[in-house]
């Protein structure tokens, strides 16, 4: 179940509202494993490896991800599955996030 932190009717700021927020909007190890298909060691590894960059939720120091992890991992699994090594999608990620267009390193990596 998905639903936006911004539907909660709880006031901001609220202690109520917070863990609602939180909860919401992030997803741990296991969820993010299940929504996309893959083990949980995998996400633990590709998060180690920094192909995934989760943030930490302060109590606990559980990994939170996000929705836009789940298209990121698999992004991953159908990179490898056409050939591509860990670091080569992890400069072509790397290079996404920076704003930069992949494009160039990929055509790179494809020729060489």
């Given at each position: 179940?998905?639903?936006?932190?911004?539907?909660?009717q709880f006031g901001k700021g609220s202690f109520?509202?917070?863990?609602?927020?939180?909860?919401?909007?992030?997803?741990?190890?296991?969820e993010l494993a299940k929504r996309a298909g893959?083990?949980?060691?995998?996400?633990?590894?590709?998060?180690?490896?920094?192909?995934?960059?989760?943030?930490?939720?302060?109590?606990?120091?559980?990994?939170?991800?996000?929705?836009?992890?789940?298209?990121?991992?698999?992004?991953?699994?159908?990179s490898q599955s056409i050939g591509f090594t860990?670091?080569?999608?992890?400069?072509?990620?790397?290079?996404?996030?920076?704003?930069?267009?992949?494009?160039?390193?990929?055509?790179?990596?494809?020729?060489?």
């Amino acid at each position: 179940m998905s639903v936006a932190a911004d539907k909660v009717q709880f006031g901001k700021g609220s202690f109520v509202g917070d863990i609602c927020q939180r909860w919401l909007e992030f997803m741990h190890v296991n969820e993010l494993a299940k929504r996309a298909g893959v083990q949980a060691h995998v996400i633990r590894y590709y998060t180690q490896t920094g192909l995934l960059h989760p943030s930490r939720e302060e109590r606990n120091r559980y990994r939170c991800y996000v929705d836009s992890d789940v298209y990121r991992v698999r992004f991953i699994k159908r990179s490898q599955s056409i050939g591509f090594t860990l670091g080569d999608i992890k400069r072509i990620l790397d290079a996404a996030d920076q704003g930069s267009p992949a494009c160039p390193d990929v055509r790179k990596m494809i020729i060489v």
